[in-house]
């Protein structure tokens, strides 16, 4: 393999499996969609438990649950057409050898090529199912809400319901990443540096989209509005429970 094809893969590894750990490391200091939406989603579990009726929330879920549905379908469809291309053998090579914006390679490098075209799909699946899975478990916990438990169980069950809750949404946007990494592994195909090009490009529009753009100074208001804002029991929470509530928690 060329240096240049090596040095392309090696950073495309480095984005596509620390991505999720420099994103952490620069979500300590805040201004970050992905620490954001955790405090926001925490706030949702809390207001679901108090809550007089929790069809919202069900409905909210079932939303999400349907939006991962048919992003894993169509990953599915991925799949399929880059295993159908990968497992042609020579015919497959053959068929695309006409197209000149196709750089020239090897059968073994173009089997390579689309391998990892391959893996980097089947990992967004498997996120994808585990993000299913997840929020079914989340659907679960929201019916099984004790709506009149005492403040305390209350605030402790919300807590335990968004544990579930943010590593589910946290897979399902991790399958949706890996559409920009699987755009970035095809790349490979037009050459080296059309690849590390695509890498650096998938790599540094993810980052901004986190910390710059439109939408992640808006989530991080409302963050900043609901850190303000106390929960606030409805009329059906008082004189519940064996004793009053507090108005707020």
């Known amino acids: 393999m060329p240096i240049l094809d090596i040095l392309a893969i090696s950073l495309f590894v480095f984005a596509w499996l620390f991505y999720e750990p420099l994103l952490r490391r620069l979500g300590q200091g805040k201004n970050l969609i992905n620490t954001d939406m955790t405090v926001i989603r925490r706030r949702w579990m809390t207001e679901m438990a108090v809550r007089e009726v929790a069809l919202l929330d069900g409905q909210l879920l079932g939303h999400a649950i349907n939006s991962a549905s048919f992003f894993a379908s169509s990953n599915l469809i991925l799949i399929a057409a880059a295993a159908g291309v990968l497992f042609g053998g020579d015919a497959a090579l053959k ?19 689309l391998g990892l075209v391959l893996l980097t799909l089947a990992r967004g699946l498997l996120d994808f199912i585990w993000a299913l899975r997840q929020m079914n ?48 592994a095809a790349a490979w195909l037009l050459g080296p540096i059309a690849f590390l090009t695509a890498s650096i490009g998938a790599l540094v529009l993810l980052v901004w989209r986190q910390r710059r753009s439109r939408a992640s100074v808006a989530v991080r208001k409302v963050r900043q509005i609901l850190e303000r804002q106390p929960v606030v029991y409805g009329p059906h929470m008082r004189g519940t429970a064996g004793e009053p509530p507090e108005d707020r928690i």
């Open 95 to 113: 068929s695309v050898e006409g197209l000149k914006v196709l750089a020239e390679t090897t059968p073994v490098m173009f089997q390579i090529k």
């Open 137 to 184: 478990y989340c659907l679960a916990a929201i019916g099984a809400t004790p709506m009149w438990a005492p403040p305390s169980v209350l605030a402790e069950y919300a807590e335990a319901a968004g544990g579930i809750l943010n590593p589910a949404l946290s897979a399902f946007n991790a399958g949706v990443r890996g559409y920009y990494f699987a755009l970035a």
